[in-house]
């Protein structure tokens, strides 16, 4: 969270979007906390926004809409040494303003002391399930990726095909029976009408057929 990798100005390319901070609060109903035990999630909005129904089913946390979070700001809420666990490669974050961490801004890159959270903390229940939901429910996996240009081609192609070649079999068909309609009654027109002919034939045998008896 101290690095330059994180604030506003990468918020267009960085997955998951905006960084987002919201605040985890509990009542006395389901935990034995104090006013002042209050623990802020900080990370990208699509995984922040899951997790707060997590939280709130699991721990019971009052629900809070997500901030924008700004670490650079003077004014911020919660700040480097406010840290109290770190998530999926330091991507997510656990802080509170009640715990301070002195070695945080140490410049030594193999430093690995942190200051011990306060009992407060350390033995909190509510603290130990806000943990455990994000350790469980924190998505590791980014989504599917969106379909790249070369498929957008193509089903945009295979759209166009569509909408050109069902018209024009519509068309075709449609032409087909008219040939047919057209062709049988040009038959008509020159043979005449074949039934009106056989029915002629008919009358005709039974005229022959009388005649040869007087």
């Known amino acids: ?99 301070n961490n002195t070695f945080a801004r140490t410049t030594n890159s193999e430093m690995k002391e942190s200051t011990p959270l306060p009992d407060l903390m350390e033995y909190s229940p509510f603290r130990k399930c806000v943990d455990n939901v994000t350790e469980s429910a924190l998505a590791i996996v980014n989504k599917p990726p969106g379909a790249t240009p070369v498929d957008k081609f193509i089903s945009v192609l295979a759209i166009g095909n569509m909408i050109v070649v069902c018209p024009m079999i519509f068309i075709l068909v449609f032409i087909g029976a008219l040939l047919s309609v057209w062709r049988a009654s040009f038959q008509v027109w020159l043979y005449g009408d074949p039934l009106l002919i056989q029915q002629t034939r008919e009358n005709r045998q039974v005229e022959m057929r009388y005649e040869l008896y007087p």
């Open 1 to 99: 969270m101290g690095g330059d990798e994180y604030g506003p100005q990468y918020d267009a390319i960085r997955p998951g979007g905006f960084i987002a901070s919201v605040p985890l609060r509990t009542t006395t109903k389901h935990f034995n906390v104090t006013d002042d035990e209050v623990y802020y999630a900080i990370g990208d909005r699509e995984s922040l926004l899951p997790l707060l129904v997590s939280y709130v089913t699991w721990c019971h946390v009052t629900p809070a809409w997500p901030s924008r979070f700004d670490p650079s700001l003077p004014n911020t809420t919660t700040k480097l040494e406010n840290v109290v666990q770190y998530f999926r490669g330091s991507s997510f974050a656990l802080a509170s303003p009640g715990y």
